[in-house]
Protein backbone atom coordinates (compact mmCIF):
# COMPACT_ATOMS: atom_id res chain seq x y z
CA UNK A 1 0.00 0.00 0.00
CA UNK A 2 1.22 3.50 -0.89
CA UNK A 3 1.00 6.09 1.74
CA UNK A 4 -0.02 9.41 1.23
CA UNK A 5 2.50 11.82 0.96
CA UNK A 6 2.87 13.70 4.58
CA UNK A 7 4.62 16.80 5.25
CA UNK A 8 6.38 18.18 8.12
CA UNK A 9 4.43 20.78 9.74
CA UNK A 10 4.29 22.36 13.03
CA UNK A 11 1.59 20.77 14.61
CA UNK A 12 2.85 17.13 14.36
CA UNK A 13 -0.67 16.01 15.24
CA UNK A 14 -3.14 15.89 12.40
CA UNK A 15 -0.10 14.43 10.47
CA UNK A 16 -0.39 11.24 12.77
CA UNK A 17 -4.24 11.09 12.98
CA UNK A 18 -4.02 10.81 9.61
CA UNK A 19 -1.05 7.87 8.93
CA UNK A 20 -3.30 5.84 11.47
CA UNK A 21 -6.08 6.29 9.39
CA UNK A 22 -4.11 5.97 6.38
CA UNK A 23 -3.04 2.46 7.52
CA UNK A 24 -6.88 0.87 8.21
CA UNK A 25 -8.42 2.86 5.24
CA UNK A 26 -5.45 1.10 3.26
CA UNK A 27 -5.79 -2.35 4.52
CA UNK A 28 -9.55 -2.71 5.11
CA UNK A 29 -9.10 -1.68 1.21
CA UNK A 30 -6.76 -4.14 0.60
CA UNK A 31 -8.16 -7.35 2.58
CA UNK A 32 -11.93 -6.16 1.19
CA UNK A 33 -10.25 -6.44 -2.57
CA UNK A 34 -8.27 -9.93 -1.58
CA UNK A 35 -11.88 -11.31 -0.56
CA UNK A 36 -13.91 -9.84 -3.84
CA UNK A 37 -15.98 -8.16 -1.93
CA UNK A 38 -18.02 -4.69 -2.84
CA UNK A 39 -18.25 -1.88 -0.30
CA UNK A 40 -21.31 -2.72 -0.03
CA UNK A 41 -20.14 -6.60 0.66
CA UNK A 42 -18.22 -5.18 3.47
CA UNK A 43 -21.67 -2.92 4.64
CA UNK A 44 -23.64 -6.04 4.86
CA UNK A 45 -21.16 -7.76 6.81
CA UNK A 46 -20.72 -4.99 9.21
CA UNK A 47 -24.80 -5.03 9.57
CA UNK A 48 -24.86 -8.88 9.93
CA UNK A 49 -21.91 -8.45 12.92
CA UNK A 50 -24.65 -6.72 14.72
CA UNK A 51 -22.71 -2.59 14.08
CA UNK A 52 -24.13 -1.25 10.73
CA UNK A 53 -20.77 1.21 8.72
CA UNK A 54 -22.49 2.40 5.70
CA UNK A 55 -21.53 1.80 2.14
CA UNK A 56 -20.73 5.14 1.29
CA UNK A 57 -18.91 5.77 4.94
CA UNK A 58 -16.60 2.84 3.96
CA UNK A 59 -15.91 4.45 0.77
CA UNK A 60 -15.55 8.00 2.50
CA UNK A 61 -12.79 5.95 5.01
CA UNK A 62 -10.76 4.33 1.86
CA UNK A 63 -10.90 7.54 -0.17
CA UNK A 64 -9.50 9.51 2.83
CA UNK A 65 -12.36 11.71 3.01
CA UNK A 66 -13.87 10.21 6.48
CA UNK A 67 -13.23 12.85 9.48
CA UNK A 68 -12.79 10.36 12.22
CA UNK A 69 -12.42 6.56 12.53
CA UNK A 70 -14.20 5.06 16.11
CA UNK A 71 -12.39 2.34 17.42
CA UNK A 72 -15.62 0.11 17.21
CA UNK A 73 -15.46 0.69 13.54
CA UNK A 74 -12.30 -0.63 13.56
CA UNK A 75 -12.95 -3.58 15.77
CA UNK A 76 -15.73 -4.76 13.88
CA UNK A 77 -14.54 -4.15 10.34
CA UNK A 78 -11.66 -6.34 11.22
CA UNK A 79 -14.01 -9.10 12.49
CA UNK A 80 -16.18 -8.34 9.12
CA UNK A 81 -12.78 -8.77 6.98
CA UNK A 82 -11.44 -11.91 9.27
CA UNK A 83 -8.44 -10.21 10.87
CA UNK A 84 -7.52 -8.91 14.27
CA UNK A 85 -7.74 -4.92 14.77
CA UNK A 86 -4.34 -4.30 15.30
CA UNK A 87 -3.68 -5.89 11.86
CA UNK A 88 -5.45 -2.77 10.86
CA UNK A 89 -3.74 -0.14 12.49
CA UNK A 90 -0.25 -2.09 11.85
CA UNK A 91 -0.57 -3.44 8.54
CA UNK A 92 2.89 -4.99 8.57
CA UNK A 93 4.64 -6.49 5.29
CA UNK A 94 1.91 -3.77 3.33
CA UNK A 95 3.46 -0.93 5.27
CA UNK A 96 7.00 -0.42 5.89
CA UNK A 97 6.86 2.06 8.50
CA UNK A 98 4.25 3.91 10.75
CA UNK A 99 3.94 6.56 13.42
CA UNK A 100 3.22 5.44 17.01
CA UNK A 101 2.49 8.70 18.59
CA UNK A 102 2.08 12.31 18.17
CA UNK A 103 5.60 13.90 17.05
CA UNK A 104 7.66 10.80 16.95
CA UNK A 105 9.16 10.23 14.15
CA UNK A 106 8.48 6.84 11.81
CA UNK A 107 9.31 2.93 12.94
CA UNK A 108 8.75 -0.01 11.57
CA UNK A 109 5.39 -1.02 11.49
CA UNK A 110 6.57 -4.50 13.25
CA UNK A 111 8.36 -3.04 16.02
CA UNK A 112 5.21 -0.52 16.51
CA UNK A 113 2.73 -3.63 16.67
CA UNK A 114 4.76 -5.74 18.94
CA UNK A 115 5.18 -2.27 21.43
CA UNK A 116 0.85 -1.85 20.79
CA UNK A 117 0.45 -5.33 21.48
CA UNK A 118 2.66 -5.71 24.12
CA UNK A 119 5.03 -8.55 22.74
CA UNK A 120 7.67 -5.70 23.22
CA UNK A 121 8.32 -5.17 26.51
CA UNK A 122 8.47 -1.01 27.25
CA UNK A 123 10.75 0.34 30.01
CA UNK A 124 8.42 1.69 32.84
CA UNK A 125 5.06 0.52 30.98
CA UNK A 126 2.77 -1.92 32.99
CA UNK A 127 1.93 -4.63 31.85
CA UNK A 128 -1.04 -5.39 34.00
CA UNK A 129 -2.38 -8.55 34.54
CA UNK A 130 -1.67 -10.02 30.97
CA UNK A 131 1.84 -11.89 32.17
CA UNK A 132 0.07 -13.69 34.51
CA UNK A 133 -2.89 -14.30 32.49
CA UNK A 134 -0.12 -15.66 29.63
CA UNK A 135 0.87 -17.91 32.67
CA UNK A 136 -2.30 -19.34 33.64
CA UNK A 137 -2.90 -20.20 30.28
CA UNK A 138 0.78 -22.07 29.93
CA UNK A 139 0.02 -23.96 33.13
CA UNK A 140 -3.24 -25.13 32.04
CA UNK A 141 -1.56 -26.45 28.77
CA UNK A 142 0.89 -28.28 31.42
CA UNK A 143 -1.41 -29.76 33.53
CA UNK A 144 -3.39 -31.11 30.87
CA UNK A 145 -0.80 -32.57 28.87
CA UNK A 146 0.37 -34.04 31.75
CA UNK A 147 -3.17 -35.60 32.98
CA UNK A 148 -3.15 -37.12 29.20
CA UNK A 149 0.35 -38.35 29.31
CA UNK A 150 -0.39 -40.00 32.99
CA UNK A 151 -3.67 -41.60 31.46
CA UNK A 152 -1.51 -43.12 28.70
CA UNK A 153 0.86 -44.19 30.96
CA UNK A 154 -1.69 -45.84 33.06
CA UNK A 155 -3.04 -47.74 30.19
CA UNK A 156 0.05 -48.55 29.14
CA UNK A 157 1.08 -50.12 32.51
CA UNK A 158 -2.43 -52.09 32.84
CA UNK A 159 -1.42 -53.66 29.13
CA UNK A 160 1.78 -54.35 29.53
CA UNK A 161 2.74 -57.99 28.41
CA UNK A 162 6.27 -58.04 30.68
CA UNK A 163 6.96 -57.33 34.35
CA UNK A 164 9.60 -54.73 32.76
CA UNK A 165 6.74 -52.85 30.55
CA UNK A 166 4.88 -52.45 33.66
CA UNK A 167 7.65 -50.88 35.61
CA UNK A 168 8.41 -48.79 33.23
CA UNK A 169 5.22 -47.83 32.12
CA UNK A 170 4.51 -47.16 36.26
CA UNK A 171 7.17 -45.08 36.43
CA UNK A 172 6.26 -42.70 33.48
CA UNK A 173 2.55 -42.38 35.38
CA UNK A 174 4.25 -41.71 38.61
CA UNK A 175 6.52 -38.89 36.63
CA UNK A 176 3.20 -37.23 34.86
CA UNK A 177 0.98 -37.17 37.90
CA UNK A 178 3.41 -35.39 39.51
CA UNK A 179 3.70 -32.95 36.95
CA UNK A 180 0.12 -32.27 36.98
CA UNK A 181 0.04 -32.11 40.61
CA UNK A 182 2.94 -29.99 40.54
CA UNK A 183 1.01 -27.42 37.85
CA UNK A 184 -2.35 -27.60 38.93
CA UNK A 185 -0.51 -26.62 42.66
CA UNK A 186 0.98 -23.43 40.69
CA UNK A 187 -2.50 -22.92 39.30
CA UNK A 188 -4.17 -22.90 42.45
CA UNK A 189 -1.64 -19.73 43.76
CA UNK A 190 -1.29 -17.91 40.93
CA UNK A 191 -5.54 -17.82 40.85
CA UNK A 192 -5.12 -17.07 44.34
CA UNK A 193 -2.90 -14.42 44.02
CA UNK A 194 -5.14 -12.85 40.99
CA UNK A 195 -8.34 -12.60 43.06
CA UNK A 196 -6.11 -10.76 46.02
CA UNK A 197 -5.75 -7.89 43.48
CA UNK A 198 -9.66 -8.34 42.69
CA UNK A 199 -9.48 -9.63 39.19
CA UNK A 200 -11.57 -12.87 38.18
CA UNK A 201 -9.35 -15.52 37.38
CA UNK A 202 -10.25 -17.50 33.47
CA UNK A 203 -12.21 -20.30 33.91
CA UNK A 204 -11.20 -23.68 34.33
CA UNK A 205 -11.80 -26.81 32.19
CA UNK A 206 -13.46 -29.76 33.93
CA UNK A 207 -10.69 -31.80 34.35
CA UNK A 208 -8.89 -29.26 36.47
CA UNK A 209 -11.96 -28.72 38.93
CA UNK A 210 -9.97 -30.26 41.78
CA UNK A 211 -7.89 -26.43 41.20
CA UNK A 212 -9.59 -23.98 43.51
CA UNK A 213 -10.71 -24.98 46.83
CA UNK A 214 -13.95 -25.26 48.21
CA UNK A 215 -15.26 -22.32 49.79
CA UNK A 216 -15.33 -24.37 52.92
CA UNK A 217 -12.47 -25.73 53.05
CA UNK A 218 -10.06 -22.70 51.95
CA UNK A 219 -6.75 -23.86 53.69
CA UNK A 220 -7.16 -27.46 52.32
CA UNK A 221 -3.82 -28.53 50.17
CA UNK A 222 -4.27 -29.37 46.80
CA UNK A 223 -1.93 -32.38 47.48
CA UNK A 224 -4.36 -33.74 50.70
CA UNK A 225 -7.00 -33.49 47.98
CA UNK A 226 -5.30 -35.34 45.37
Not at 154 to 180: G, H, I, L, N, P
Request: proline fraction near 8%; glycine fraction near 4%; charged fraction near 35%.
Amino acid sequence: MTQPDFHDEEDDVPEWADRIKANVAGEVRRRRKEMGWSAQDLADECERLGHPIPRNVIANMESGRRASLPLVDVMVLAAALETYPVCLIFPVGYVEETQELPFQGLVPTWEALRRFTGEEDVPGYDAGLVPDFELHASLVRTALAALEEEERARFAAKTATSRAQQEEAERKRAEYADQAVSAKYNLRYLRRELRDEGATPPDLPPALGDVDPPESEPDTTLEERL
